[in-house]
């Protein structure tokens, strides 16, 4: 699976897990990962461009 594909999926799947859960610690957490993916995400997208 590209690198691209596999961060869209678990940006996915941390905000929906985020949502779903009541420890506000674990999904503080959740958010910054995809948070996280979406920087290195938006990166990849920006080289491929070049």
Not at 14 to 40: G, M, N, V, Y
């Amino acid at each position: 699976m590209p690198r691209i594909e596999y961060l869209k999926q678990q940006i996915a799947r941390a905000e929906r897990l985020a949502k779903a859960i009541l420890d506000r610690q674990a999904a503080e957490r959740l958010q910054a990962f995809a948070a996280e993916c979406r920087t290195e995400l938006s990166e990849l997208t920006v080289k491929r461009a070049a």
